[in-house]
């Protein structure tokens, strides 16, 4: 391909002008001056937790103890577990409402609208502590109730704009072949419109594992409680802080995690769509039928 064509094809699929000369070297520079930046603020923050010595062996030893490693561990299998209680029923919660969201009677479409929209608009906390309060619920289903009802009610949003979203065509051609309605959204609808909700699901189920530190506020025993149990036991000025630097990058490292999977999973489905291209034989004569020789 030679560069006038490369060029050609760059401009037919770019959003946006392709940047000359000077634009370029003004990006570069603009990418230099951020790194400058990013860099000493990170410096800063190595410098005040020096400066406030963070990182001395005393502050540290006490992760070393079984007990302390014990009640992290703890913590974290408790925070995985109501997460995966709350995304399981979260996405069974979300199809449901979208169903009803797309669903023909009235009444049905009215009633999942309402039930979205109020769970919507209300605060996490606000709905973990009524249910945790008011209803007297343990401190596990109490989380993943509020957890369950706000995150199933914008994923029912996410499946229902990701529904409408297929092309017209697609589901009129399922009509036009005889199928039913449920056929049509269960083989036609819903596989296609799952591939572009993807990342969207995903973000919001990162959301989801974040908002279990939540729990804390009502005396389950999740990662973050953990951590705030051992640094109100600590004896040193700050204990926060390492407790901090321990928990953070393990939050972060889940979130990552979910994230990497979303996009295994988008490629395995981008690879699926790909056929090989089959090899058709040559016309040749039918079987003669009996009685035709």
Same mark, same amino acid.
């Given at each position: 391909?030679?560069? /006038? ?7 037919? *699929? ?5 940047? $000359? ?5 003004? /990006? ?24 406030? /010595?963070?990182?001395? @062996? ?19 299998? +408790? ?21 009803? &969201?797309?669903?023909?009677? &009235?009444? #049905? ?6 039930? !979205? ?28 109730? $509020?957890?369950?009802?706000? +995150?199933?009610? !914008? ?5 229902? *704009?990701? %529904? +409408? @979203?297929?092309?017209? $065509? ?23 419109? #799952? ?29 973050? /409680? =953990? $951590?705030?149990? %051992?640094?109100? +036991? ?27 999977? =979303?996009?295994?999973?988008?490629? &395995? ?25």
């Amino acid at each position: 391909m030679t560069a /006038h064509a490369l060029h050609g094809d760059m401009e037919s *699929t770019a959003l946006y002008d392709i940047p $000359g000369p000077q634009a370029q070297r003004r /990006h570069f520079l603009y990418g230099i001056l951020s790194t400058v930046v990013i860099l000493g603020l990170l410096a800063w923050i190595l410098y005040l937790l020096f400066d406030t /010595h963070q990182f001395t @062996a005393a502050k540290w030893s006490p992760f070393t103890y079984e007990g302390i490693q014990e009640l992290l561990l703890k913590g974290l299998w +408790n925070t995985l577990k109501a997460f995966a209680y709350a995304s399981v029923l979260s996405l069974v919660l979300g199809a449901v409402l979208a169903t009803g &969201r797309l669903s023909v009677h &009235r009444p #049905v479409r009215w009633l999942a609208t309402l039930c !979205v929209e109020f769970f919507r608009a209300m605060p996490v906390l606000v709905m973990i502590f009524f249910i945790f309060v008011a209803l007297k619920v343990q401190p596990l289903p109490a989380l993943v109730a $509020g957890l369950t009802l706000y +995150n199933g009610s !914008v994923l029912a949003e996410v499946f229902r *704009t990701g %529904i +409408n @979203a297929v092309a017209k $065509g697609q589901r009129e051609a399922a009509y036009a072949l005889g199928m039913r309605k449920t056929q049509v959204m269960t083989f036609v609808l819903a596989p296609q419109a #799952v591939r572009a909700m993807l990342p969207t699901i995903i973000s919001q189920l990162v959301v989801a594992l974040k908002d279990t530190s939540l729990g804390y506020l009502i005396t389950y025993e999740e990662f973050l /409680h =953990a $951590g705030k149990l %051992i640094a109100s +036991n600590l004896d040193y000025d700050l204990p926060f802080i390492p407790v901090v630097m321990i928990i953070s990058p393990i939050y972060i490292g889940m979130c990552m995690l979910l994230s990497w999977f =979303a996009t295994w999973v988008a490629r &395995r489905e981008r690879r699926s769509l790909k056929t090989k291209a089959v090899e058709v034989a040559a016309a040749e004569p039918g079987v003669v039928l009996p009685g035709r020789e």
